[in-house]
């Protein structure tokens, strides 16, 4: 089993950043893919982002390329959602997943742990 918990969601006003936290426990971290999702009322869950197990290889939707940044410290078992430039188009509620595996895919099926979300707004 692997416990998920995202933090560092809030309100935010458009061209603002914002920076989420995901911790993981129990089990090895540095061989998963970490993944970023993110769901809007009414809409599909969608691949924002993923991240190697080593943190050498990432991944990116290109709604977000060029203004979100993943990270992750293998130290402290969390990975990072660096969010810059935010748009209202980019309020969801985001979610991050692990994956038992070294390729970053962008099905959500592809995954197979999850935290409870996070929610981001993004006001005009």
């Known amino acids: 089993q692997v416990q998920l918990v995202e933090s560092g969601g809030g309100l935010v006003q458009a061209g603002g950043s914002l920076r989420l936290s995901c911790a993981a426990s129990g089990r090895t971290f540095s061989n998963s893919v970490m993944g970023w999702f993110r769901q809007a009322p009414g809409k599909e869950r969608e691949f924002v982002g993923g991240i190697g197990g080593s943190g050498d290889n990432t991944a990116y939707a290109d709604s977000v390329k060029g203004r979100f940044t993943i990270s992750r410290d293998n130290a402290k078992n969390t990975v990072y959602l660096q969010m810059n430039s935010l748009k209202p188009e980019d309020t969801a509620v985001y979610y991050c997943?692990?994956?038992?595996?070294?390729?970053?895919?962008?099905?959500?099926?592809?995954?197979?742990?999850w935290g409870q979300g996070t929610q981001v707004t993004v006001s005009s």
């Open positions: 997943a692990y994956r038992r595996s070294w390729t970053i895919v962008v099905r959500s099926t592809g995954y197979d742990y």
